[in-house]
């Protein structure tokens, strides 16, 4: 490994499974100290000890919760990266969803890319660096599906932010970007997916396969190194070139 993280604290929220701990795990890699804020304790705790950082229990739609996660990474060495990957992403319909269940989506996936933001930079702008890397997602920015209204606008919104915040911290020495992955083959997918559903996924990417968390998590690192250094608001879309056809006849066999 390059160490292109090396003396470097990161922050990474969402981190205890799938893509949030890949993203950790490789910030690790490349010598960065890892601060794990996750709801699950268990395998948030586990995902820490592995890599011998530090884990803080957080809901990241409570302000008070955020402030929490940014003073850990503090009292673990400093804060130069900050990851918001926490979000969820139940399956409703428009016509079913509640106005609760509406608040709870926007309240992990935007509110909480907002409140991870505004109590990191205050750390950052203290000593005019720091990168801040967003989990969007080409649902809502690119393409969507029936039942993920919430989600789609959450991350739209995501996008949208970025760009705002990128425009306003630029002067702080602070980057904002953002990661849109298309369908990632995480645990969770494994679990709650059957194989049927996952093969036609694979078919409506041009690469044939869905991405891995690690995919991910080389944009995230490429975003949190010193190679990024002039690139903020905007997001990379890592999805196998799936949001590119203009239909389903897009395969050439060579």
């Keep these: 490994m390059t160490k292109r993280l090396d003396?470097?604290?990161?922050?990474?929220?969402?981190?205890?499974r799938g893509i949030g701990e890949a993203i950790a795990a490789r910030f690790h890699e490349e010598?960065?100290?890892?601060?794990?804020?996750?709801?699950?304790?268990?395998?948030?705790e586990a995902t820490a000890k592995r890599?011998?950082?530090?884990?803080?229990?957080?809901?990241?739609?409570?302000?008070?919760?955020?402030?929490?996660a940014v003073q850990a990474a503090l009292d673990f060495g400093g804060l130069d990266i900050l990851v918001q990957?926490?979000?969820?992403?139940?399956?409703?319909?428009?016509?079913?969803?509640?106005?609760e269940e509406w608040d709870s989506v926007l309240g992990v996936n935007l509110r909480g890319t907002f409140l991870a933001a505004k109590a990191a930079l205050p750390h950052m702008r203290a000593k005019k660096s720091g990168r801040m890397?967003?989990?969007?997602?080409?649902?809502?920015?690119?393409?969507?599906?029936?039942?993920?209204?919430?989600?789609?606008?959450?991350k739209a919104g995501i996008n949208g932010f970025i760009k705002s915040a990128a425009l306003e911290f630029a002067g702080y020495g602070i980057t904002v970007n953002g990661i849109e992955p298309g369908n990632i083959l995480t645990e969770g997918m494994k679990m709650h997916?059957?194989?049927?559903?996952?093969?036609?996924?694979?078919?409506?990417?041009?690469?044939?396969?869905?991405?891995?968390?690690?995919?991910?998590?080389?944009?995230?690192l490429f975003l949190a190194s010193d190679d990024a250094a002039y690139i903020t608001g905007t997001t990379i879309i890592v999805d196998g070139g799936q949001t590119l056809p203009e239909g389903k006849d897009f395969k050439i066999t060579p």
């Design 85 to 99: 990957n926490a979000g969820i992403y139940p399956w409703t319909l428009i016509e079913n969803t509640s106005p």
């Design 193 to 220: 997916r059957s194989a049927d559903f996952i093969r036609t996924m694979e078919e409506a990417v041009p690469m044939g396969r869905l991405g891995t968390p690690r995919d991910i998590a080389n944009a995230a």
């Design 133 to 154: 890397i967003f989990t969007s997602s080409i649902t809502g920015p690119r393409v969507t599906s029936p039942g993920h209204g919430h989600y789609s606008a959450s």
């Design 51 to 68: 890599l011998n950082g530090r884990f803080i229990a957080t809901n990241i739609s409570r302000e008070d919760e955020a402030n929490r």
């Design 7 to 16: 003396g470097r604290v990161a922050l990474v929220i969402g981190a205890a």
């Design 31 to 44: 010598g960065a100290k890892v601060v794990i804020a996750d709801t699950e304790v268990e395998a948030g």
